[in-house]
């Protein structure tokens, strides 16, 4: 089968009435602005630490350097990594409900990722892996199968999954059911569609329904095995005759077998094997190396890459991953993959680059899709703001506006916006991790912006503004809890629009979220909060949105603390206009 999907870059079409990407009934992640991909597999918890050297007799302990827990398994950490490359990715499979169930939608939120194909199984645990890192990467594991295998065919939102542009089949043998007739049904009915469907394995040896697994193979498009998966699955040891019989005995299309520090080797039908080289990197822990080598793979085949350049970008990230502890390791986004790559092999890169990341050096234009052009701007007038960005977060992160990864700021340049990436922790922040937008939700430059983009290019539609500051602030959250609006008990609120109101609570990157913060700023509000969430404030400076949420901070904590005491004394309107009136004349006072 042959498909290339070019890679989209619309978020979103227009604002705020109509965030729906064409010929699509579901809202495209606003953190991400490639493929959407459907990632149907185990969502494991790992926990991880390196170094072991053995583990110690009886109760004796030993100190480690490092001590992780992240979303993983061939489902979690091929879509932690899709999202950081930039992909919008949906969720498919079963976990707890538990708290390392919780901890799993929470990090999968933090990225982006949509997790609404997560079903729940009552009575059982989240399938979980604790993990002793030996010195040299290795990784013995202790494994709790848990809900996973309890995903059923049923549990799937067909008409969900059918939105996607590609699907990725992780572990398709640690879910039995998904092996059976149901489950081929349904990726035989994505698969009419013509769009790719791709495959990986979970255990290193599948010896469960070994028929049915080849029977699905059949249905697939790419099949991303190791050495030793493929081995198991057809009994041949050399890697290019195992790889051809399973083309000629199943009909899968594609195979991309990972040889670990020899790279990779690319078998198709009717064209001689490839070798892929590996990357040289420091390997600290090789866990996740497979589903980042997937995740690779997938991006660049459905950005339109060769097969050949789409595994080499597969190993470049495998390589990262590798280079740190855990499935979430290494990979920061695109962009940053690709320099890695370029070290090694800069024509490839370059390439590659061209292909996924068409911006370039030369002035930045996009057509708004009405034949008009988003006014240029020089690419050094565009490093330079995503340079000031970045330094402003850092400062932000300082003064504690936006605490870890929970928040997010953007500046509008006529009708560009640049705003932070998703997932950004302010204090690291640098230039790379500033992302470049149309108003209309064009990505030109950098990858995977903020979950809340829609939000933030609502306010820009909807008000004057220059720039918008989300907050999740311990007191803004507080009174959005129990406020519809924060009460007025000081005049300092004038400086905020004399209101600011609270709106019900949507999902985060919502249209319904945009569309509300958005009417309530086009009414006059300087900040608003979000309840069950947070705040924004917007200005006509980054300095002054700053400043607003800040201010708006600091009136809810006054007013919490004064809560405790009794209730607190507001302002009524006579107070406002006397106060207005009184700063006029200071004002005219002052000009004199």
Same mark, same amino acid.
């Given at each position: 089968?042959?498909?290339? %999907? ?12 109509? +965030? ?55 489902? $979690? ?34 990225? $982006?990722?949509?997790?609404? $194909? ?5 009575? %059982? ?17 202790? =494994? ?13 939102? !067909? ?33 009419? /569609? ?6 990986? %394995?979970? =255990? ?16 697939? #498009? ?15 040891? #050399? ?10 005995? /199943? ?10 520090? #020899? ?29 980042? +080598? ?45 320099? +890695? ?36 701007? /020089? ?75 829609? %939000? ?13 500051? =989300? ?5 803004? !959250? ?69 400043? +607003? ?27 406002? /206009? ?15």
């Amino acid at each position: 089968m042959a498909f290339l %999907l070019r890679w989209k870059v619309t978020i979103v079409s227009t604002l705020p009435a109509s +965030f729906v990407a064409a010929g699509h009934d579901r809202l495209p992640s606003a953190s991400a602005a490639g493929p959407r991909v459907a990632v149907l597999g185990p969502y494991i918890v790992d926990v991880l630490g390196r170094p072991v050297s053995e583990l110690p007799p009886g109760q004796g302990g030993i100190l480690l350097e490092e001590i992780r827990m992240t979303v993983a398994g061939t489902g $979690g950490g091929a879509a932690v990594d899709l999202a950081k490359l930039g992909c919008a990715v949906d969720c498919y499979g079963a976990i707890g409900a538990d708290g390392l169930g919780a901890f799993l939608r929470s990090q999968l939120t933090s990225y $982006g990722v949509d997790i609404c $194909g997560l079903v729940e199984k009552d009575g %059982l645990q989240t399938s979980s892996t604790m993990l002793p890192i030996r010195a040299n990467g290795e990784r013995p594991s202790m =494994h709790v199968q848990g809900a996973t295998r309890a995903l059923r065919a049923d549990d799937l939102d !067909v008409s969900a999954l059918a939105q996607a542009d590609a699907l990725l089949l992780g572990g398709p043998e640690a879910m039995p059911d998904i092996l059976g007739e149901k489950g081929a049904a349904v990726v035989d009915g994505f698969r009419e /569609t013509g769009r790719p469907v791709f495959a990986d %394995l979970l =255990h290193s040896r599948p010896a469960e329904m070994q028929q049915e697994l080849l029977s699905m193979l059949g249905r697939v #498009d790419w099949f991303m095995p190791n050495d030793e998966q493929l081995r198991a699955c057809t009994g041949i040891d #050399d890697l290019a005759a195992a790889a051809a019989k399973l083309i000629a005995d /199943t009909g899968v299309g594609t195979v991309a077998v990972t040889t670990g520090g #020899d790279g990779a080797l690319l078998v198709r039908r009717g064209a001689p094997p490839v070798t892929v080289p590996a990357f040289a990197t420091r390997v600290v822990d090789t866990t996740g190396c497979g589903d980042s +080598f997937n995740s690779g793979v997938i991006t660049a085949v459905l950005g339109g890459c060769s097969p050949e350049d789409s595994v080499l970008l597969g190993c470049a990230c495998g390589a990262l991953v590798a280079s740190g502890l855990g499935s979430d390791a290494g990979i920061v986004d695109l962009p940053t993959v690709l320099d +890695f790559m370029g070290q090694e092999k800069p024509e490839a890169a370059t390439r590659i680059r061209a292909q996924l990341l068409p911006v370039d050096g030369s002035p930045v234009t996009q057509s708004d899709g009405g034949g008009a052009q988003v006014p240029g701007i /020089t690419a050094p007038q565009l490093e330079e703001r995503r340079i000031r960005l970045a330094r402003r977060a850092r400062d932000i992160a300082k003064r504690g506006v936006v605490l870890a990864g929970a928040g997010n700021i953007s500046e509008r340049h006529e009708d560009l916006v640049f705003i932070t990436r998703g997932g950004l922790r302010f204090e690291s922040a640098e230039p790379e991790d500033i992302c470049v937008l149309t108003l209309r939700g064009e990505l030109l430059c950098g990858s995977r912006p903020s979950s809340e983009t829609l %939000l933030h290019l609502g306010v820009y539609q909807c008000t004057e503004a220059l720039a918008v500051v =989300h907050t999740h602030g311990r007191s803004t !959250v507080a009174v959005g809890l129990v406020e519809d609006e924060l009460p007025v008990i000081h005049y300092n609120i004038l400086r905020l629009g004399g209101r600011v109101p609270t709106v019900p609570y949507f999902p985060f990157g919502s249209e319904e979220l945009a569309e509300s913060v958005g009417a309530s700023m086009a009414a006059g509000s300087r900040s608003v909060l979000l309840r069950n969430h947070g705040a924004v404030s917007c200005g006509s400076t980054l300095d002054e949105a700053i400043e +607003f949420s800040e201010l708006t901070e600091w009136l809810c904590e006054v007013y919490l603390s004064a809560r405790v005491l009794g209730a607190p004394a507001r302002l009524n309107h006579g107070d406002l /206009t006397e106060v207005r009136r009184r700063a006029a004349e200071y004002g005219n006072a002052a000009k004199a």
